[in-house]
């Protein structure tokens, strides 16, 4: 009130004085047209929740294999990875791959917009890492936005699939397997080849190392 009334006089309720035009003019005119409005202006800027265009009725699974070209992810080590450092090293690996398309000759329908992938092994923890790191099952999910309601995924099981960087060691990672049950599986399944380069986000085989970052695939992404 003392900052008030250097700048306005106060009379019956209302303000008066050239501060009046100034303090309507901002905070104070929005609470007067939120009052008008009977509520909370932000109350009317809220939009109503949008559900999906559609909604599926029936199991959506894909057929045929697919082929990807590109490839992003990370690679994160529990505990870190670290010359004689103390085991199990749990290994996982997260991937997004794009630029799909059908695998040749191969039927595929519908082509999925982009393939996701997770799978964690138990290895020995040493630095670097070399031979065959473990085996664990390769969590897929598929997602074609336009056939089902977008984000909708349709996910698939690969199991008994090894990581490992052998024939010959090289600074490449390799998981290999097959789709064993869910979307784009043949019977018998075949297999598939996901290759694929880590790189050192921090830290050295002396100090340990936690993660490493997938910027790019070793060739395409195949039958998967």
Same mark, same amino acid.
Request: net charge neutral; proline share 8%.
């Given at each position: 009130m003392k900052v008030l009334s250097s700048v306005a006089a106060l009379s019956g309720g209302r303000i008066r004085g050239p501060a009046?035009?100034?303090?309507l003019g901002g905070a104070a005119a929005a609470a007067i047209a939120s009052t008008a409005l009977g509520g909370s202006l932000a109350t009317a800027a809220t939009h109503p929740a949008r559900g999906p265009?559609?909604?599926?009725?029936?199991d959506i699974v894909g057929t045929g294999l697919v082929n990807c070209a590109a490839a992003t992810g990370e690679v994160g080590y529990s505990p870190a990875s670290k010359a004689g450092g103390t085991s199990p090293l749990v290994i996982s690996v997260w991937f997004t791959a794009t630029k799909c398309s059908p695998a040749p000759g191969s039927q595929t329908t519908p082509v999925p917009k982009s393939v996701i992938g997770s799978i964690s092994v138990s290895a020995k923890? /040493?630095?670097? =890492?070399?031979?065959?790191?473990?085996?664990? /099952?390769?969590? =897929?999910t598929y997602n074609y936005p336009g056939v089902v309601p977008n984000p909708m995924i349709d996910p698939s099981v690969a199991t008994n699939v090894t990581l490992s960087n052998t024939n010959p060691p090289s600074p490449f990672w390799t998981l290999t397997g097959a789709v064993t049950s869910g979307s784009y599986m043949t019977s018998p399944p075949t297999p598939f080849t996901i290759s694929f380069k880590p790189n050192v986000i921090a830290g050295n085989c002396a100090a340990g190392i936690t993660s490493e970052y997938i910027a790019r695939s070793n060739g395409p992404f195949t039958n998967i």
């Open positions: 009046a035009k100034l303090l265009a559609t909604v599926p009725t029936s923890n /040493t630095c670097p =890492l070399a031979g065959v790191f473990g085996t664990g /099952t390769l969590d =897929l």
